[in-house]
């Protein structure tokens, strides 16, 4: 019977050191220690053999079996190994081929105008202000000389989530926050988002972006104003850009005053895009209503202050010549690549 076992472990070890495959591997391990395989009969046998002989050979079935056990392990760690060694040899990279190019994007429109007018306005040491785009009905209209009743608040279609809660429609209410927090002197852009319930054409669209600026200081006047918003133009239209205004209401400055640029196309000499006036309307302005300077706790017998709210939208059609606000929100690559 020992001669059979060491057979048995011989035949084992030339089988398992030919095997090619994981498979193969796995049915010479069924083969000789399985359940059914060719040592369970041994060990079935050994009741018949006579009692001194059995443990001698019961001791070198176990050596076998774990003889057979490591020959199987082994033979499996190398089948891994080489099918690891095929698979990077398959999957090889070179890396002196050059990598795919990522498509350039670039800055939107919108972002590009706003960042223009930025730029301007810190040159002229103004600091960046932010706000909440949903607002107090108090900040967006109260705090701005405009209260309930108030024939101003028709000329705005306003999206309300309560009585007191909405879409700010302008970003003026952040002024407001800035002046309650901060004392004079206040030199201060806004620039965001902005809602109204219009109707979407070539011209409107619910939402869209604004550019609100504020100076509160001991003797701002009118002056002051107009010297500011023709710096401004000059950088954003030309060297050759003039400026006019003319007289207007809004319930949060007095005077109050639109502000027209003379025409980028024609210079000023009348053409489609200006309607043959030679002006293009850009913004809104005028000098801080000394209710709004009182109610946001400023004293306005000693200090005095204007504001201007810019169109970003109507700056950046006459900046690109574009005769279309949807252009900006259909993200058409064709059209947006352009800028």
């Known amino acids: 019977m020992k001669e059979q076992i060491i057979s048995i472990r011989e035949k084992a070890r030339s089988e398992i050191s030919s095997v090619a495959s994981l498979q193969e591997l796995d049915n010479l391990r069924v083969k000789y220690l399985g359940k059914k395989g060719e040592l369970t ?24 079996r774990a003889a057979i056990e490591e020959l199987i392990e082994n033979a499996k760690a190398d089948l891994l190994q080489k099918e690891r060694d095929a698979k990077l040899r398959s999957e090889i990279i070179d890396v002196t081929i050059p990598g ?71 970003t003026s209410p952040v002024q407001v926050r800035v002046m309650e927090k901060h004392k004079p002197p206040i030199k201060i852009i806004c620039p965001g988002r902005v809602y109204r319930s219009d109707a979407v054409d070539a011209t409107h669209s619910p939402i869209f972006h604004q550019v609100e600026g504020l100076v509160v200081d001991k003797g701002v006047t009118m002056g002051d104003l107009i010297g500011t918003l023709q710096v401004f133009a000059k950088h954003l ?44 309307e850009i913004l809104g302005a005028g000098m801080v209503h000394p209710k709004v300077l009182e109610m946001s706790g400023i004293d306005p017998e000693i200090y005095s202050g204007f504001a201007f709210g810019i169109g970003v939208e109507r700056t950046a059609m006459g900046r690109f010549n574009i005769d279309d606000m949807r252009l900006f929100y259909e993200n058409d690559i064709r059209f947006l690549k352009q800028f």
């Not at 949903?134 to 209260?147: C, I, M, Q, R, S």
């Not at 999206?159 to 879409?167: A, K, R």
């Open 41 to 64: 009969p041994i060990l079935r046998s050994m009741g018949s053999l006579p009692p001194e002989e059995r443990p001698v050979i019961g001791q070198l079935v176990n050596e076998v």
């Open 100 to 170: 795919k190019r990522r498509k350039m994007g670039s800055k939107h429109p919108l972002t590009v105008v706003v960042d223009e007018i930025k730029d301007i306005f810190i040159g002229m040491g103004y600091e960046i202000a932010e706000g909440p785009e949903v607002e107090l009905d108090y900040y967006n209209f109260e705090a701005l000389n405009t209260p309930p009743g108030h024939p101003a608040r028709d000329l705005q279609d306003t999206f309300y989530i309560n009585d007191n809660i909405l879409l700010r429609t302008q």
């Open 237 to 280: 239209f030309g060297e050759n850009t003039k400026i006019r205004l003319r007289p207007h209401h809004f319930p949060f400055t007095e005077p109050s005053a639109e502000v027209d640029v003379s025409c980028w196309t024609c210079g000023g000499m009348g053409c489609r895009v200006c309607k043959e006036s030679g002006w293009i």
